[in-house]
């Protein structure tokens, strides 16, 4: 303020001295100026007054000329400080582009140091893209004709900014002034806006969903494409569409206006709402309405905005959905097996048709209140039974299998065969799905085949013991007969009185051990022949095959049949019921005998071995007959097949209905060197022990 009021005040008192000085040189001049006339004196007057006159103006001049440099000087000064302080950037150029002086802007927007551009070319410090710009701007400005334009600077960093520039050229200088501002951000926020609005566009013209806003009274606004397609009239024919809408059915006006009310009237469904709308071909699709509040940027509501969808086909296919439903229900509903899912970690029902429950709830086919699977009418395993704790089982683990296995009721007593496997549920839990089918009928079925079989078995060791009988009556009346002879031996003496002791202890011995020999026979017989329930347990095979042997020895013989023992004494122990086991290996070694009977004595041997393998005990039968024919090695075991004219057929069935009772196998395999080996496992002892371990609760 006190810097422009300055000049004002000296040029005013320039200018009051310069007139002052005028005056008094024309005062001078008028006082002068007779005497100029009257003489040399004058004349010197005359001049006196020109040179004070001159004088003045020289002052004068000084004076003005003084001034100007200083208004000169001052506003060189307050442009630099303009220069200098100004935000924007600002910068002159030779004709060339080249920059010749920059303001400190250049280094707080771009980063380069004081003078750092002088003498580089504008179109060398933009961006590649922007080059084009640059250089048409430079030949507007040689052209004397101003410039603005935006492009891209780089940074002292290598970055870009956007600058916009204004240049003027100054045709006297040769120079062009130019001043620069930074609209990066605004540059940003423009691309960020243009990238919003095509992501609004793209995503408007690509959802399926239906878009229509509309203001207080109703009139439409905005449709999307999607809406435009689905009642198929264009943007232009339905915006500023007034109700009643060119889409609405004539049969359902009632129901649209009634529907629009409760829109305008703010008390739509946050739900939604259906309605039929007619496309403009004619046809109907039944849409889901959703109504939210329509607001501008100040806050204040200008209408609605409606989005809708077709649920035609959706509620076609609810439809047949539900109809499958009670179709799947009723199929369920009417299996004699139960059905049911029961969460893995809560045993919480999930679901179980009719069979499933008991009779409180037999009538209705879903629970009526929340149940645990424990409670249902059917048996469920205990935790130990399951091959893993279903409690804990994650995703890693689905699907597999859980249980597999007959149970008990224990009320109603009924046996099922329930078998279970885990899965993941509709919402995602991990449930165990069970089906438990009912086989008591079958249980008790298979009760009376046991039975029936006992029974067959028992009739098959009286028959082998009736076909027996003469040989048997021959063996015991040979230990009984000795007996006879030794004791009446042992008693003539006595009577004559001529003895020895050592001849009678010797008689007696041979009594004793004849006597051990009959009662070993009975036993046998007695053993073999017994009324009993199986009972497997704990046994040593080669006791076993020696018992067994015992029996075929006498029809061997009688056959001039060899019978080998090849048992190892080191063999482990079987779980086995003895006497099925030796009705087994007698039956197969009878066989044998029978085979090789006709054969020349080098070939009459009947093999008994066995060996351990695998935690089962192999034992075969091994003979050098004429083998079994490839025909009838399917038809081998089966019920009431022979290859004997006077067998029943039943030996061998029963044979393999034994051992596969005791969880073993029964086959035949052709004898390299002739002959058949009949071969059977039975598990070990040891290994029964240790199978299956319990999961620990």
Known sequence: MNRSRQPRLSDRLSRLLWWLALAAALVLLTWTLPGVLEGERGLSALLGAVGLAVGVLAFGSANALKREQLRTQLAR?????????????????????????????FHRVLGYPFDALVGTRLPDVVHPDDTAIAVGALRDLRNQRSASFELRCRCANGSYR?????????????LIYAVGHDVSDRKASEDALRAEMAFRKSMEESVLTGLRAFDLRGRILYVNPAFCEMVGWTADELIGMEPPYAYWPQENLELHWRNLALVLSGNAPASGFDAPILHRDGHQMLMRFHISPLIDATGAQVGWMGAMHDVTEAREARAHLEVAHERFVAVLDGLDAAVFVADAASDEVLYANRACLDEQHAASATLIAPRLASQLAVPQ?????????????????????????????????????????????????VVRLAVATDITDRKEVEEVNREQEERLQRTSRLITMGEMASTLAHELNQPLSAIANYNMGCVNRLRAGGFRQEDLLSAMEKASAQAERAGKIVRRVRDFVRKSEPRRERADLADIVEDALGFAEIDAR???????????????PVHADRIMIEQVLLNLVKNAAEAVAGFPPER????????????????????????????DLERLFAAFFTTKAEGMGMGLNICRSIIEFHDGRLWVDPNPAGGSIFRFTLPQELTLESRAPHVPL
């Open 77 to 105: 000064k307050e442009r630099d400080q303009l220069f200098s302080l100004s935000l924007d950037l600002m910068a002159v150029l030779d004709r060339e582009g080249r920059f010749q002086r920059t303001n400190p802007a």
């Open 162 to 174: 956007w600058l916009s520039w204004n240049a003027n050229p100054v045709p006297d200088d040769s």
């Open 558 to 572: 009688r056959l001039g049949v060899r019978l080998v023992n090849d048992i190892a004494a080191d063999l482990p």
């Open 381 to 429: 395993p205990e935790r130990g039974d399951y091959t893993v704790d279903p409690r804990r089982l994650v995703d890693a683990d689905l699907p597999r299998e859980l249980f597999d296995g007959e149970l008990q009721h224990t009320q109603s007593g009924r046996w099922f065969h329930l078998r279970e496997r885990a899965t993941r549920w509709v919402d995602g839990r």
């Open 604 to 631: 009459r041997d009947v093999w008994v071995g066995a060996a351990a393998r695998d935690g089962q005990v192999e034992v075969s039968v091994t003979d050098y007959g004429p083998g079994i024919a490839p025909e």
